[in-house]
């Protein structure tokens, strides 16, 4: 069995939305489980997180969900065209893992949701791929054999899922966002599965 992580910031709920059917995608494949997580809201008004269990919906990242995981697919807002602080802050954190190679070699993907088309998804997945290339991990995208990337009007991008949450009209994901989205699950969780050493 393979674990992937799939760990997500989202304060109004598209980030979310895409994370959840990257785990269908992850399900999909019967020898991998999805692990969803999140992190903490930062205040915005003084420097403090929130507790240490969330209100509702999943629980809060870990550090060793770091080591357990045999893939991660990270996901943020954009915001200004980069991650949401919240994501930085906790991958701020992680010395220890990244000194002990919690991550070095597991395939890693990223997703996203905007307000608008062309505000920043593009650099948000590439800067989020950063810190991850320093962790030792594999980057992976979504391959253009995925007729939704060339079919989509909205979100999805050969770098990794993505939506555009259009105001208060936003009507949550399209199909060919949701597809996209799942085929990234499958694709990292089938990678993970390859790339895991047979004795563990
Ligand atoms: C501080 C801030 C910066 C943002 N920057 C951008 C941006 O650069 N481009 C964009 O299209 N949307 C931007 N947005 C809008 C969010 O990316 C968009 O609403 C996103 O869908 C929110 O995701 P969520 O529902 O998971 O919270 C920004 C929002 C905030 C609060």
């Not at 770091?66 to 992680?94: V, W």
Request: aromatic share 6%; glycine share 10%; net charge negative.
């Amino acid at each position: 069995m393979s674990e992937i992580l799939i760990l997500y910031y989202s304060k109004n709920g598209s980030t979310e939305a895409l994370a959840r059917e990257i785990c269908q995608g992850v399900d999909s494949i019967k020898t991998a489980t999805a692990k969803l997580r999140t992190v903490p809201r930062i205040s915005t008004t003084c420097e403090s997180i929130e507790n240490d269990i969330p209100k509702n919906g999943p629980a809060y990242v870990d550090k060793k969900d770091l080591f357990d995981c045999d893939g991660l697919i990270l996901g943020s807002p954009t915001r200004f065209g980069n991650m949401a602080a919240e994501l930085k802050y906790f991958f701020d954190s992680t010395s220890n893992e990244w000194l002990n190679g919690a991550l070095e070699g597991k395939p890693a993907g990223l997703f996203t949701s905007s307000q608008s088309q062309h505000g920043g998804q593009e650099s948000t997945l590439l800067t989020m791929a950063i810190p991850l290339l320093h962790h030792g991990m594999l980057i992976t995208g979504v391959p253009y054999s995925t007729k939704e990337l060339s079919t989509t009007t909205g979100g999805g991008t050969p770098y990794g899922p993505s939506h555009v949450a259009l105001n208060d009209s936003d009507e949550g994901l399209t199909q060919d966002e949701k597809v996209i989205a799942q085929t990234l699950g499958k694709r990292i969780a089938t990678i993970a599965l390859k790339l895991k050493p047979a004795h563990s």
